[in-house]
């Protein structure tokens, strides 16, 4: 009897102490936004993979990167501890939302048209008059078309849809960050050259987001891990690979919120 009692109290240790079963373990996300991220033959990459995964790396850390839907990881980031989801840009209402670290990477939100559509757009109230915007769902540029009052907005659940739409006619405007478009673009089957940018709405600055009730210390390495992965080169050379001819951002900070 009492070897049974030994097995099971050795099982259960080795259950509750299994590296995929820690109660403070980070849960990762991301999303299909190439370069930044994406995933193919099961697998993440991107720049925003690759950063995050040498960060996971020189932490000792494992990698257990999952490309979700947007819309989902930005639930459970809102509604759980210990999460991680990038990469976000950043807005005065996610800065009290989440911590972020970064930036990752530094682009513009433009709304672009198919070449030749004739549609100008000088201003966002020019925007509001088009038929219809294509936007990511729970993205950015959803939220920020929003909250400046916009009603004609057709939302899909992946940016290439919207990319797709754009190039059918079946929207007027495709609103997407200047970093991601031309990726999104080829594998709608088009290229860079059939649209163009209209308006520059922002710069869009990306980081990684950690949600709240997760340990400030976690923060704080994530942070000072980034900063040394700058420091040392190594981010270059991850920015340059997948942004060849961008300045990467040199600057590291930790902003947002405090975890607790």
Same mark, same amino acid.
């Given at each position: 009897? !009492?070897?049974?009692?030994? =097995?099971?109290?050795?099982?259960?240790?080795?259950?509750?102490? @299994?590296?995929?079963?820690?109660?403070?373990?980070?849960?990762?996300?991301?999303?299909?936004?190439?370069?930044?991220?994406? @995933?193919?033959?099961?697998?993440?990459?991107?720049?925003?993979?690759?950063?995050?995964?040498?960060?996971? $790396?020189?932490?000792?850390?494992?990698?257990?990167?999952?490309?979700?839907?947007?819309? $989902?990881?930005? !639930?459970?980031?809102?509604?759980?501890?210990?999460?991680?989801?990038?990469?976000?840009?950043?807005?005065?209402? $996610?800065?009290?939302?989440?911590?972020?670290?970064?930036?990752?990477?530094?682009?513009?939100?433009?709304? =672009?048209?198919? /070449?030749?559509?004739?549609?100008?757009?000088?201003?966002?109230?020019?925007?509001?008059?088009?038929?219809?915007?294509?936007?990511?769902?729970?993205?950015?540029?959803?939220?920020?078309?929003?909250?400046?009052?916009?009603?004609?907005?057709?939302?899909?659940?992946?940016?290439?849809?919207?990319?797709?739409?754009?190039?059918?006619? $079946?929207?007027?405007?495709?609103?997407?960050?200047?970093?991601?478009?031309?990726?999104?673009?080829?594998?709608?089957?088009? @290229?860079?050259?059939?649209?163009?940018?209209?308006?520059?709405?922002?710069?869009?600055?990306?980081?990684?987001?950690?949600?709240?009730?997760? @340990?400030? /210390?976690?923060?704080?390495?994530?942070?000072?891990?980034?900063?040394?992965?700058?420091?040392?080169?190594?981010?270059?050379?991850? =920015?340059? !690979?997948?942004?060849?001819?961008?300045?990467?951002?040199?600057?590291?900070?930790?902003?947002?919120?405090?975890?607790?």
């Amino acid at each position: 009897m !009492k070897n049974c009692v030994l =097995y099971i109290s050795i099982i259960a240790a080795t259950v509750f102490c @299994s590296p995929g079963l820690h109660a403070d373990e980070l849960m990762i996300y991301t999303e299909e936004w190439k370069p930044i991220s994406f @995933s193919e033959n099961g697998k993440a990459g991107g720049l925003g993979v690759e950063v995050v995964q040498e960060i996971l $790396r020189r932490l000792g850390t494992r990698d257990n990167i999952k490309v979700i839907p947007w819309a $989902r990881g930005w !639930k459970y980031l809102m509604e759980n501890p210990n999460v991680v989801l990038f990469t976000m840009t950043r807005t005065e209402k $996610r800065e009290k939302l989440f911590t972020m670290i970064g930036p990752v990477a530094v682009g513009t939100t433009n709304f =672009y048209a198919k /070449k030749g559509s004739g549609i100008a757009v000088r201003n966002m109230e020019d925007a509001k008059k088009v038929k219809s915007i294509g936007v990511y769902r729970s993205a950015v540029e959803e939220q920020i078309l929003t909250d400046e009052g916009f009603s004609n907005l057709e939302v899909t659940s992946v940016p290439l849809l919207s990319g797709k739409k754009l190039m059918a006619g $079946r929207i007027d405007l495709w609103c997407n960050a200047n970093l991601t478009a031309g990726k999104i673009l080829e594998d709608a089957g088009f @290229s860079a050259n059939d649209v163009e940018n209209v308006f520059t709405i922002r710069e869009n600055h990306l980081y990684i987001a950690i949600s709240k009730g997760t @340990s400030e /210390k976690v923060a704080n390495m994530w942070k000072n891990t980034l900063e040394s992965i700058k420091n040392d080169g190594t981010f270059a050379q991850i =920015y340059s !690979k997948w942004l060849p001819g961008e300045e990467p951002p040199e600057k590291t900070e930790r902003i947002g919120v405090l975890l607790h």
